[in-house]
């Protein structure tokens, strides 16, 4: 079975600042990590990926994540944030790449300040 | 047209009703599962198909039904409708390239 738990249900950054949203997953097969992102009333868009070729990922919008097997984390960074980030950001895991049920974290709403 | 569609965008209804939402899909995927968003319980998964002759339960059923008309159709179904399916739902496909979600129906049941 597979979970995530996303630490922080909210982070407040300044403008300019760095963004880190924090994502642990637990698996019994290798994972494959996802990040999406919500921007208010709109759907899900994917950020990126982890499908165990390379440890560090980078995604759209100058946005990247690494994965780190031993501390079972898939934190997601950028190194200065933006007022058009503020979104809220999904982490989710599957047993498979692309062909299993995904399965998401709570979710962190970024706040962004000028 | 979007890849997957989802009718309707927004619904309210009565306490007790039966609704039904659709997911049609132009992918030609397999794979077809329905969420349902919460604030601060993030998405979780209500039921999924893998083929048309493939349902399966998720972690939170209860309440919920579904129909897999064909490859492209994926309904789900609140057999009588309780205040708390309030929420935003989402449907979704995948195959080997990736998901790919609806725009998502916002339920309120009153």
């Known amino acids: 079975a597979q979970s995530v738990t996303q630490l922080g249900s909210h982070v407040s950054v300044s403008e300019g600042a760095l963004v880190l949203l924090r994502c642990n997953y637990s698996?019994?097969?290798?994972?494959?990590l996802f990040w999406y992102v919500q921007y208010p009333n709109q759907g899900l868009q994917l950020l990126l990926k982890?499908?165990?070729?390379?440890?560090l990922v980078k995604g759209i919008n100058g946005f990247e994540a690494e994965f780190k097997k031993s501390e079972t984390s898939f934190h997601l960074t950028k190194p200065s944030a933006h007022m058009r980030d503020a979104a809220e950001y999904f982490c989710?895991?599957?047993?498979?790449?692309?062909?299993?049920?995904?399965?998401f974290g709570t979710g962190t709403r970024l706040q962004v300040f000028p | 047209d979007a890849d997957v569609t989802q009718t309707p965008r927004n619904r309210i209804t009565k306490t007790g009703k039966r609704i039904m939402l659709e997911c049609s899909q132009t992918?030609?995927?397999?794979?077809m599962y329905w969420y349902r968003q919460d604030p601060g319980l993030g998405l979780r998964l209500i039921y999924y198909?893998?083929?048309?002759?493939?349902?399966n339960k998720g972690e939170i059923s209860d309440g919920y039904s579904v129909s897999r008309q064909a490859q492209a159709k994926f309904s789900l179904s609140l057999e009588s409708a309780i205040p708390n399916q309030t929420a935003l739902y989402f449907c979704?496909?995948?195959?080997?390239?990736?998901?790919?979600f609806g725009s998502g129906t916002r339920l309120t049941v009153v």
């Open positions: 979704a496909t995948s195959d080997l390239y990736g998901y790919t």
């Open positions: 989710a895991v599957s047993g498979s790449y692309n062909t299993d049920k995904l399965i």
């Open positions: 992918k030609g995927h397999d794979r």
């Open positions: 982890y499908t165990s070729a390379a440890t």
């Open positions: 198909s893998f083929d048309v002759k493939d349902i």
């Open positions: 698996s019994s097969v290798p994972p494959y």
